[in-house]
């Protein structure tokens, strides 16, 4: 199994982003595909997540109304698209596999290698 995250870059702040997280090697219904970050310095934080089995999603507080999460089967791909970016967005965004949603590290049971999203004032 492996998940390739991309999509990070530099833009300004107001800007958006789309990031992409590709499955391949597995989408069991029981999988919910997580999204979190971590910024230098700080602890990995979550972001959102998106349920195989009927497409649920699920937000921290501070990112509703301005990340959605969706999905393309086909692909089998979950997207993170990120609006009105502020500075304080700058993190490595990373998606996870796991059976929960927000789980801690040990309730991931794989990982994207990450992707640098840099927000400039």
């Known amino acids: 199994v492996q998940l390739q995250a991309s999509g990070g870059g530099l833009v300004q702040a107001g800007d958006s982003l789309r990031l992409s997280c590709t499955v391949s090697?597995?989408?069991?219904?029981?999988?919910?595909v997580n999204w979190f970050r971590q910024a230098p310095g700080k602890e990995r934080e979550f972001v959102a997540a998106?349920?195989?089995?009927?497409?649920?999603?699920y937000y921290a507080d501070s990112m509703k109304g301005r990340f959605t999460v969706s999905r393309e089967n086909a692909k089998k791909t979950v997207y993170l698209q990120m609006n009105s970016l502020k500075p304080e967005d700058t993190a490595v965004y990373f998606c996870?596999?796991?059976?929960?949603?927000?789980?801690?590290?040990?309730?991931?049971?794989?990982w994207g290698q990450g992707t640098q999203v840099t927000v400039s004032s």
């Open positions: 996870g596999i796991g059976s929960h949603v927000s789980p801690p590290p040990s309730g991931i049971y794989y």
């Open positions: 090697g597995r989408a069991y219904s029981s999988d919910v």
């Open positions: 998106l349920r195989w089995s009927n497409s649920r999603t």
